[in-house]
């Protein structure tokens, strides 16, 4: 309609225009060609205003029938619709609803067969023929299958048995098929047996539909079980084979926690400290006390994560040592200490009575030596004072013989001496080892100290080509020590350096840091090898051999020095080389440096950790 | 007045090898007696009031510290000069010069210094060739 209306005015209006409007304009006059253009451009005008409303038109009918297509899409405006497209729309619809479904069942089927994909035991869906619907990868590699997709669609005889075997019926028939094991033929005819669990699966209207199978392996299983068992004896093993251990310590053994609660105790610990030991504070069950003891072992491990031990007088003469380590846990962290008890009373008892024992055969041996040395000397005396004199004129023979008995005679009073030196360094020895030596700690005068040394030993190198060189600092602190000891270990390095050297310079040094002092003699013998290095301080270890004609020593010295040095807390070492001498070195401690608290320990002296 | 040295020993070779040391004080009078333990050792003492006497430690009866305290305790032996033989490694009290010994010698002894130490003691000149 409007087309026509619009043809009618394009084709009324110009004519118009041309035998009315532009008669009428010229009759006012206007010229002919003014009224033209003058029509002309109202025409223009008229025509762009058309088509303006026309599009605008246009475009809320397109608009309008896009809105129409969408509802009608959504199946609202059907209706709407002339009826016969309907059926066909309806149709299209939900062809096109199926289409959907199916993308999202693929979509789910993917996914469902992802999930069932990662179960470790086989998932088996079987329609109502017995035929494969669905099975995971688990299954399908079980049965040496490439793909799930290879075996679906395949009927059950496939694997091995009938299409429809009985335990399938059975199946069907009571819906559920517990743990039964099914035997299954892989895709190489390998026998598989799997333990399998099923259901039915039922339609909306109850028939059967199928059944879904979950199966574990049989071998799988059987080893896991074994090895689970294997692991439990072998732990269980383990754990009788540490709690015999553990019972069969002969000393009572406990574990401590930081509270001081006895977690854990051996047999002997519960027939020592009772068999209610566990769960008990360790002070209440071990030494009925009320607070834990003042020189608590296992508190020192839990405050230094070291072992430590201590010794306790507990009944009587009854000495226990106690030990503890630190027992750490899993995570490094320190979480209780292990106490060991051992009863040391008879290693102290034999330790007594060995010291008695060595008191007195010292002295026994002291004895017959004093008489032997002592007659030996006076033989000496009266024949070097009341024969030789007389023998001037006698013959050769006989005053040669003499000559002979005196020099002899020295040799025994030499080696007299040698056994008297040798009882005296076993009794020093046996007494250092057993911590029964007291050191009587004060500042010592270094200087002097040297200068005792050098007098001490001024007989063993008179007459040698050998040269004694002091090289002190000229201001000297004093040491820490105990000054006879220090005296006897400074003689017996200068001793030995003047056994050792033929000729050359005996060096004694002093050197000074802030803390400390060290002592060094350097000899000019031969040297020590070096594989005797490492024993020098042994007992009875005397390097090669001492200079002719010399008596060597006790083979105890060096062992004493050491021991003493020890016990003043200073080290003591050797450096030689082969053909250049070698040197003895100590430290001391500067009394300066020794602070007050060590001093007073210093002179409480060992034995003073018995409690 | 005759001096008197008594020895205390209850080791016989101990008392000849003392004996034989102080023979040359005996040439020059001095008189020496001997005593084999220390309760006989005291009784020699309080009965001859020695001037110098060398008593053992380890004796029967009466070990030689006990035998000291009392001749050291008698009025009657205040002039008494004791010298203790011991061993080393005898654990001995410290030097107490009013109570105690008035010297101690350690075994092995020297004999020529237990001579020349007697000689000291007794004030005798002697010559003694060293």
């Not at chain 1, 110009?14 to 029509?39: C, D, K, Q, R």
């Not at chain 1, 290095?533 to 005397?542: G, K, T, V, Y």
């Not at chain 2, 003492?45 to 001037?51: I, S, Y």
């Not at chain 2, 002039?79 to 010698?105: K, S, W, Y």
């Amino acid at each position: 309609m409007e087309l026509w209306t619009l043809l009618a005015v394009g084709v009324a209006a110009p004519a118009l225009a041309t035998f009315v409007v532009h008669p009428m304009l010229v009759s006012t006059g206007l010229s002919p060609e003014w009224a033209t253009l003058i029509l002309l451009a109202v025409g223009a005008v008229l025509c762009i205003g058309v088509v303006f409303g026309l599009r605008a038109r246009t475009k809320a009918r397109v608009a309008e029938a896009a809105k129409i297509w969408e509802e009608m899409a959504r199946g609202r405006s059907v209706q709407e619709l002339p009826p016969a497209f309907a059926p066909l729309w309806s149709q299209m619809r939900n062809m096109l609803a199926q289409l959907e479904m199916a993308g999202q069942a693929l979509d789910d089927r993917q996914s469902m067969q992802d999930v069932i994909d990662s179960m470790p035991d086989s998932l088996l869906v079987l329609d109502a023929h017995g035929r494969i619907e669905l099975c995971n990868r688990t299954f399908a590699l079980r049965m040496r299958f490439e793909t799930p997709e290879d075996i679906v669609g395949l009927g059950l005889d496939a694997l091995g048995g009938e299409t429809r075997p009985a335990w399938f019926v059975g199946l069907l028939e009571t819906g559920e098929l517990l743990a039964q094991d099914l035997r299954f033929h892989d895709a190489y005819g390998g026998t598989v047996t799997l333990k399998t669990t099923g259901r039915t699966r039922t339609s909306m209207d109850g028939e059967p539909r199928g059944a879904v199978l979950v199966a574990r392996d049989n071998v799988e299983i059987s080893r896991l079980t074994s090895e689970l068992q294997r692991a439990a004896e072998r732990l269980e093993d383990s754990e009788r084979f540490f709690q015999d251990l553990f019972d069969a310590m002969e000393d009572p053994i406990t574990v401590i926690s930081p509270d001081y609660e006895v977690l854990q105790a051996n047999r002997q610990a519960r027939l020592v400290f009772g068999k209610e030991l566990i769960g008990r504070r360790c002070y209440r069950a071990f030494r009925m006390r009320d607070d834990p003891c003042q020189d608590c072992p296992a508190r020192t491990t839990f405050a230094q994560h070291q072992s430590t031990s201590v010794e306790h007088r507990i009944f009587g003469n009854a000495i226990t040592r106690i030990s503890t380590y630190p027992l750490l846990g899993k995570d490094g962290q320190l979480h209780a200490v292990i106490n060991h008890k051992r009863d040391v009373t008879k290693e102290r008892q034999l330790e007594d009575l060995k010291a008695n024992f060595l008191a007195a055969v010292s002295h026994e041996l002291r004895t017959p030596l004093t008489s032997l040395m002592g007659f030996n000397k006076l033989n000496m005396r009266r024949l070097t004072r009341y024969v030789r004199p007389f023998l001037a004129e006698a013959p050769e023979e006989a005053r040669t013989s003499l000559q002979k008995a005196l020099s002899d005679m020295e040799v025994m009073a030499a080696e007299g001496e040698r056994l008297g030196r040798l009882v005296n360094d076993v009794l020093d020895l046996s007494k250092l080892e057993a911590g029964r030596l007291r050191l009587n700690f004060e500042p010592v005068d270094v200087p002097a100290l040297v200068a005792g040394a050098l007098q001490a030993t001024s007989t063993l190198f008179q007459g040698r080509h050998i040269l004694m060189v002091p090289d002190l600092p000229e201001i000297c602190p004093e040491a820490w020590g105990d000054k006879d000891r220090l005296l006897q270990v400074l003689v017996n390095l200068v001793s030995n350096a003047i056994k050792y050297t033929e000729r050359g310079e005996i060096r004694v040094s002093v050197a000074v840091t802030p803390e400390e002092l060290t002592l060094s003699v350097r000899d000019a013998g031969a040297g020590i090898p070096p594989e005797e290095l490492s024993h020098i301080f042994e007992r009875f270890r005397q390097a090669g051999e001492a200079q002719k004609g010399r008596p060597s020593g006790t083979g105890l010295g060096l062992p004493i020095c050491r021991e003493l040095v020890h016990l003043h807390r200073g080290r003591i070492w050797v450096e030689s080389e082969p053909g250049l001498g070698a040197t003895f070195s100590f430290t001391l401690r500067r009394a300066d440096a020794v602070d007050p608290a060590e001093r007073s320990l210093d002179l409480r002296g060992p034995g003073a950790t018995l409690s | 007045m005759q001096k008197r040295i008594l020895i205390v020993d209850d080791d016989a070779h101990i008392r000849l090898l003392l004996r034989r040391t102080l023979e040359e004080l005996e040439l020059e009078g001095v008189l020496i007696d001997v005593a084999e333990d220390g309760v006989e050792g005291l009784d020699k003492a309080r009965a001859l009031k020695p001037d110098l006497i060398f008593l053992d430690v380890m004796m029967p009866r009466m070990n030689g510290m006990d035998v000291c305290k009392h001749i050291r305790k008698d009025p009657e032996l205040v002039g008494c000069h004791v010298i203790i033989l011991t061993a080393r490694g005898q654990t001995m009290p410290p030097l107490d010069l009013a109570h105690g010994p008035h010297e101690f010698l350690t075994k092995p002894f020297d004999p020529d210094h237990i001579i020349a130490r007697a000689a000291e003691v007794l004030a005798i000149d002697l010559d003694l060739g060293f």
